[in-house]
C-alpha cells in the first residue's frame, strides 16, 4: 500500500460525457501527479501540482483539467469523453516537487472505460 | 520522441538466475532515474532509484546501474524469484531547468517472467 488513494476505481460511462477522478496523496507529500495508460502506450505524464499550484503540464488536452485543493487532494476533470479517453489514469505524490530527487508513490488507478 | 526506451518487451529466466533489464534514454538533461515493477490491476510500485553522480546503487537483490557515457542503466534482479514476475518500467527525470521538470518519463515496460 504506498498510502496515495484514488476514487473510483471502475468508471463506465458513455461518450460526450464528464467524469472527475479523486487522488489523496500520502500524508505530508505536498506534489501530486497525474498519468495515463493507455493499452497501446506506457505512461504519460499529464499533469503535475505542487502544495496547490500547477507546476508543469504534459501532453494533457484541452478537454481534460485538474486542480489541487488547500488539503492537497487533487481531482482531475475529462469531459467531452471520447472512445480514445478509455485507459488507466493513475495518480502519484511525492514530498516536494521537481528541483529535488523524489520518488514518486502511486495510487492503485481508475479504470476509465468510455463506451 | 521516446526519450526512454525499453527494447525488450518480454524477459522469461529460471528462478534463482540473474535478471537483467535495460534501459536507454536520449535526454542528456535526465539526471534521476528509477525503476518501478507493476502487478495487474495495481499501481507501479518504486523499487530503486540512482542519481547521476552515481554508477551504481543497490538494495538487497536490486542493483541498478548507470552508465552515463552510452546513456544506459539496467535493473539486475539476483537471485529472481517467482513472485519478481511483473512489468519492470524504467523512469527518468530531471531537475529544474528543463521541460521535464518534476515529471517522470517512462519506458515502455518490460514484462519479466520468472520459472520456478
Known amino acids: 500500500d504506498s498510502g496515495v488513494t484514488q476514487t473510483p476505481k471502475h468508471l463506465i460511462t458513455a461518450t460526450g460525457q464528464r467524469v472527475t477522478l479523486r487522488c489523496s496523496p500520502r500524508s505530508g507529500d505536498l506534489s501530486v501527479y497525474w498519468y495515463q495508460q493507455s493499452l497501446d502506450q506506457g505512461l504519460q505524464f499529464l499533469i503535475h501540482?505542487?502544495?496547490?499550484?500547477?507546476?508543469a503540464k504534459g501532453n494533457i488536452l484541452e478537454r481534460f483539467s485538474a486542480q489541487q485543493f488547500p488539503d492537497l487532494h487533487s481531482e482531475l476533470n475529462l469531459s467531452s469523453l471520447e472512445l480514445g479517453d478509455s485507459a488507466l489514469y493513475f495518480c502519484?505524490?511525492?514530498?516536494?516537487?521537481?528541483?529535488?530527487?523524489?520518488?514518486?508513490?502511486f495510487g492503485p488507478g481508475t479504470r476509465l472505460t468510455v463506451l | 520522441d521516446q526519450q526512454v526506451k525499453q527494447n525488450s518487451p518480454s524477459l522469461s529466466v529460471q528462478e534463482g538466475r540473474i535478471s537483467i533489464l535495460n534501459c536507454d534514454y536520449t535526454n542528456s538533461m535526465f539526471d534521476y532515474f528509477l525503476w518501478y515493477k507493476k502487478y495487474p490491476a495495481e499501481g507501479p510500485t518504486f523499487l530503486i532509484s540512482?542519481?547521476?553522480?552515481?554508477d551504481k546503487n543497490e538494495d538487497g537483490r536490486f542493483t541498478v546501474f548507470l552508465n552515463k557515457s552510452a546513456k544506459h542503466l539496467s535493473l539486475h534482479i539476483v537471485p529472481s524469484q517467482p513472485g519478481d514476475s511483473a512489468v519492470y518500467f524504467c523512469a527518468a527525470s530531471a531537475r529544474r531547468g528543463s521541460s521535464n521538470t518534476g515529471k517522470l518519463i517512462f519506458g515502455q515496460g518490460t514484462t519479466l517472467q520468472v520459472k520456478p
Open positions: 502519484a505524490s511525492s514530498l516536494r516537487g521537481g528541483s529535488s530527487y523524489n520518488e514518486q508513490f
Open positions: 540512482i542519481s547521476s553522480i552515481k
Open positions: 501540482y505542487y502544495n496547490g499550484e500547477e507546476r
